[in-house]
């Protein structure tokens, strides 16, 4: 798509200040010097023989395991994240608060009562409310996806317990989560206004373990809340063959989340401050924070050590680049993007000084494709990011980065992005679940996604000019 | 080995009922008429275009779910049973009591509480006993084997929790489990001896997925008992990491299983009848019994549904052959082998009659491997079975055939017994988690393997004389 084409699409308040306040230098497109070529190739090897990455996650993993926002863990993490930047000899480390309110897990239970008791593996979906003290216990009313359940009449679901059977497509991308994802979002909402009792979903995932896989959902002024779980995978196919059978299955679910009120985090932020134009960022970004099921070594661990990974081989090079790196490890990701909104209310006076973003939080690699969403303007500079991609196995993508959950936030502020593709085929057979450990981080992989990592952040950091300005997402609706 | 090398090695005690105490047919060496051989060939020809052995371990697994002895899950599966096999057609089915004390999983629960605080994933060894009250919490002592624990002197674990951290090797015939189960049996024993407040083992399992692999446990008058629980491979490598880092690791365990005194379940046994001599028979053996952790769709469900598709084929033939095809569902396999102990001595005065036997208890299948022990002068019987099987994929093995756990208790009551090796490679990657479901099992192997027995049986029940005697093997340590 060409710029005029972009450009006319723009309201005058989506230019962003890239152009129109800041020195002339970011005036210009983008430009990368040929003689960062070599030592980003320096870069690559040193990662590909051991970046580092592998033994972050390690850290995290195992000396904090389960941060959910709010808890002890995530207190932890912070504390680990500041002296693990500050021992890596990042050159200026901090921290900024993150305030949202708290949500505690606790009992989750589910059995089939009639006709064939047993027991059923569900977790509460992330701020969800209790059941009423004892249970629920009602019929099993199924839909087969999402839609159809939207399909049903209002109070047509009085007094039942939803389930919604819809399963998920393994796929590199993750298209199959966006799709599956809106019945964990909404479904409580839509199924409390059919008069549901509560709502299980077969898990958002694509393992055939029994594990069931958390995830926030949300509420709405208006529509009375009801508790909502997931249960495995396993149990969602049981359920159905016990429906199959013809006869009335009732279930019962017992949830005692509880709701702590008012509760703080902390973004962290550590910097390999640019030689040139240190107020000029190129911002790597992952989150912080895991949910509290499994001990967060590929959400977020993974995306925690190759940006981190990839900010020290930087930091470690003979000289400093032009611009800063920054690493921001954003809290309060799992439960609402809290975290990247308050960093960018914070920044917000310095977005034009955001050169350009990537975000790391779709496991644990390799890298497989480079897109980007700049301005066509700065296109020779990212031929360049290309050119030094291709040797890792990155192909060339399109002008479709998001950004990620958190630096898309960034992206909707203004900010150009990138996408270092991670390979996602095998993410969500642990997202969001207990079985989200270290194991299934592989050394390899890591190191190679962190190669790739390096590479776009020295290139970028070393550039001049400006990548922007982009085109302002539409607000959701 | 030659007959005669064979038989200077029994004592006459071992020389069994078969040619002693039966009727001349019986005293002659096993052979299977040719005509034979088509018929078994259509066997496996239907039953690899579908054999009917999903539906039954569909049924089961669904219906009934977990099914531990003594609970109400296994009364339900002595029901399910004996309706099945009526269903299906079997000529004379019927329960046999089996009784033992039961043991009742409560809550398990194991807690890091210093120096990284955070939740491991643990299951109560079956008949372990229970914690007291509030848990025992206390410093972790490592060994990287059982034998390293067994070099520990005596009260030099005081106080402690033993963590013992043995892996097991992945292998087709499941090789790796009699090497890492002794830790489990009497890792208790051996652990209390030298003075430890509980232990902690990996878990006798070959998965990396967060699901502790439960088993049965034993204990030693005159030595204390002590709570002993698996930690999932994850966790267990989790707690490694703990110890790695150098500082005093303490974990809290808390128990609650109960023991309800003297409990009963049943054998379900089922025939199809022989035409000529009804009351010799080949016994299929399998369990019925489950952990309660999964629905045991693998273990041993697979198994039932095997020996019940393969019996129900022979059923559906225009006659029946010639001797009787008894399927035995053992009970209280679990935990001791205890439904075939009791059938061995409820049929004592018949193991002349019990021609052959085989069993499946490893898996949903494949079958690759077809081992025997009998009597070398029956080895042209063999041979024609070998044959039969070959069109299966199925290689002739060894004289080496144990049985399998329960009919192998029929093997020391000098029963000569065959093994249709089932492929284990995966099978302890669920084995006795709760990950022990129905998706686990894969439809076309089940068929392979039910056309495998279906074979055997059928070729076994059309045989004359005898198949023994055979060595009895050593009594155990």
Redesign the interface.
Known sequence: MALSVKLIRLGAASLVAGTLFSGAALAEPARIPEQALPVARQLQQKALAGSGAFQIV?SLS?????RMFGT??DA?AVAWAVAKLKELGFDKVWTEPVAYPGWVRGTERATVTAP????L?VTALGYTLPTPPGGVEAEIVRFASYEDMLDAAPDSLAGKIVFIAQPMVRHIEGLGYGHAVAMRGDGPIEAAKRGAAALLIRSVGTD????PHTGVTEHDEGVPRIPAAALS??DA??LE??LA?GKPVTVKLELTPEFPGPTQSFNVIGEVRGREAPEEVVVLGAHLDSWDL??GAVDDGAGVAIVTAAAKLIRDLPQRPRRTVRVVLFAAEEIGLVGAKAYAEAHKGEMARHVIGVEADFGAGPVYAFNSTANPAADEALKVIRRALSPLNVVPGGEKASGGPDVGILRRAGMPVVDLELDGTDYFDVHH???D????VDPKKIDQATAAFATFAYLAAESTGSFGPIEIPPAKQ
Do not use: I, N, Y
């Open positions: 390690e195992t000396e904090v395991g389960p002890p863990g932890a064939f008791p047993q027991p593996h055939h373990h029994r594990f995978v396993p196919e049981q063959r016990l059978r499994g001990t679940t207990a079985d450990t270290l194991d299934k």
